[in-house]
């Protein structure tokens, strides 16, 4: 099914998405409208322009492309599914999101990670192949994210704060550096050949959505970045 | 009777847009109105507001007061008073086009002036400070009066309503500039008045803010040390004095005021060369009262330019794009495509860090 969202409100676009008889959804034209495929089980749903905020909230196994940027809290609590950006994504991607997968080809803004958690499967990945903003994956509690830092040299891909009051899961970072200001309260290694094969399987997916060339992708480093079990955060952290 | 700022606490967002042409062409009132439209949502109808440079060419170098007012006993009082201190070279009501969106409008009147050579000689002050001083003299004393916009060649346009309808009440389709700047209010802490809408300006400053300050009272205290009343007890009036402090009075490069009410964290502060530490840690000693601490993503226009900045936690969010000589900024990047759905780079500026644009050669 095709949808026109010039001039569709977000409650009528998201309704016209859910009562869709077709599995396959595609939406044109979108600007702005908020909240596009939150909570959807299933369909596969196709965005060209400019999907608002809270892209795929709660998404529950449904898989969503957007050609274009994608906007703040992309997968806000996403329990499962994927969402793949053609483009770059605002802050706070992934926020708090416990299953499924998100793989944004450019940069992605603030925040992003943060909360994420997981539970027995359900593993949530969140894969970035620019650069990220600051406090990548604050107080992350379980899952991985990996930020491939593509066109980035010099310096590790990620802004200030990363992994502030992290206790749980793991962070990649691609290239040789490791963020100057890293908390005390964090360890940094670089990846293993078993963490290597842990990742390899979203990495494939990212260069097949994204048409990268894999090899030159993999060959790495990865800089990993896990919560310091000798000297874990004991209490709230605050920035001054 | 309606109840002011400060006079009751609304607990409760807000979208901001921003055009600049670099190269002064001229952009019509209806591209920024159809920007901010988009981030309708983000706004409850409490406030709208736009401010546009570039718009009064053949009034260029008078002072265009705008101005509210409550009564008419208010409007003679301060044409009084605008009489004993300026030349009036022009007055006029500001056109607007009635709407059942906008209503209980104040009188809205528009003066084009230049201060009295004698009394402006007799103040020994310049002639920006001597606006400045009769602007607040209005607003403190006199009742029901209230400058809402006193720049050259410039004016800012707001009311409580959305901030499409504010566009079409004020008819700024029917005016043109080099740079737009759009608020859509959605007032967290004080309920919404014509007054209290975005954007607030003094001469060529002008502000439009996304956020909430925390350090209010802080900065307020700071700034009435040196004469600046904070009379509308909304947070972002504040900003726009401390602007006016830091780039008129004490002569901070934008980048610098930046540094003052974004100061990067002691830990960030650091990790810098010893040169920039040392200037970092004066700028961040000196006006550590005028840090602005809790979310923001402001716009300042000025004359001739533009900067953008967020919070250094970067708590709101802001793209900005590029298009030609066109300059896009606004709180998402959908309110930016639907007037230009091409763009040359869109990026999103880091917390803290300004994006300042301005004219590449003088507008004539």
Not at chain 2, 232 to 255: A, C, N, P
């Amino acid at each position: 099914m095709r949808l026109n969202a010039e001039r569709l409100s977000h409650q009528e676009l998201n309704r016209a998405i859910r009562e869709s008889d077709e599995n396959d959804v595609r939406i044109i034209n979108c600007c702005g409208q908020r909240y596009l495929g939150a909570g959807l089980s299933n369909k596969q749903v196709e965005v060209t322009g400019t999907p608002g905020n809270a892209l795929g909230a709660y998404l529950d196994g449904a898989s969503i492309t957007v050609y274009g940027d994608a906007q703040d809290a992309m997968g806000d609590t996403m329990n499962g599914g994927t969402i793949v950006v053609h483009g770059m994504a605002g802050d706070a991607a992934g926020y708090a999101m416990r299953g499924g997968e998100i793989y944004i080809h450019k940069n992605a803004g603030y925040r992003c990670g943060v909360h994420m958690k997981a539970y027995k499967d359900r593993q949530p990945v969140l894969v970035i192949g620019g650069e990220a903003g600051s406090f990548l994956g604050e107080y992350q509690a379980g899952g991985i994210i990996v930020v491939l830092g593509l066109g980035t040299k010099e310096k590790a891909p990620v802004n200030n704060f990363c992994g502030m009051g992290m206790y749980g899961g793991r962070i990649f970072l691609r290239g040789e550096r490791v963020p100057q200001d890293l908390s005390s309260h964090l360890s940094v290694h670089t990846a293993s050949q078993e963490e290597l094969k842990e990742i390899a399987p979203a990495l494939e997916r990212f260069g097949t959505f994204f048409k990268e060339d894999m090899d030159s992708i993999m060959e790495g480093p990865f800089q990993v970045i896990e919560p310091n079990v000798e000297n874990p955060y004991r209490q709230r952290y605050a920035a001054y | 009777m309606l109840q002011k700022e400060g006079q009751v606490r609304i607990p409760s967002g807000c979208a901001i847009s921003g055009i600049f042409a670099k190269d002064g062409s001229r952009v019509n009132g209806q591209e920024i109105v159809r920007s901010i439209a988009v981030m309708h949502d983000r706004s409850n109808g409490l406030g709208g507001g736009f401010a546009g440079y570039g718009i009064y060419p053949t009034y260029k170098d008078y002072y265009a007061l705008h101005v509210f007012y409550e009564d008419l006993n208010a409007k003679h009082e301060c044409e009084a008073f605008l009489e004993r201190h300026f030349d009036i070279i022009n007055l006029s009501k500001i056109p607007t086009r009635k709407t059942r969106k906008i209503v209980d409008e104040p009188l809205i009147w528009r003066y084009f002036v230049t201060p009295l050579p004698h009394a402006l000689s007799d103040s020994q002050l310049d002639e920006r400070e001597y606006t400045v001083r009769c602007v607040f003299r209005v607003n403190t004393r006199i009742q029901g009066a209230y400058v809402f916009s006193s720049g050259k060649n410039m004016g800012a346009f707001k009311a409580v309503g959305y901030p499409e309808d504010v566009g079409s009440f004020y008819r700024l389709d029917e005016y043109e500039g080099y740079c737009w700047m759009a608020h859509g209010r959605y007032p967290t802490n004080t309920p919404g008045w014509w007054g209290g809408a975005h954007p607030f300006t003094m001469i060529d400053y002008a502000i439009v803010h996304n956020g909430e300050i925390s350090s209010y009272d802080a900065n307020r205290r700071w700034l009435e040390m040196f004469g600046y009343h904070c009379s509308l007890l909304t947070d972002t009036e504040v900003i726009t004095y401390i602007f006016d402090y830091l780039l008129r009075k004490q002569g901070l490069s934008l980048e610098e005021a930046a540094q003052v009410v974004a100061a990067p964290f002691w830990e960030t502060i650091q990790r810098k060369d010893p040169k920039e530490q040392e200037r970092l840690t004066y700028l961040r000693s000196v006006f550590s009262s005028l840090l602005i601490t809790g979310p923001f993503s402001i716009l300042l226009g000025f004359d001739g330019g533009m900067m953008a900045l967020n919070d250094r936690l970067k708590l709101r969010s802001m793209v900005a794009a590029e298009k030609g000589n066109l300059f896009y900024v606004a709180s998402e990047e959908c309110a930016i495509r639907v007037i230009q759905p091409e763009l040359d780079r869109v990026w999103a500026p880091k917390g803290g860090e300004p994006v300042i644009v301005r004219l590449e050669k003088e507008v004539v």
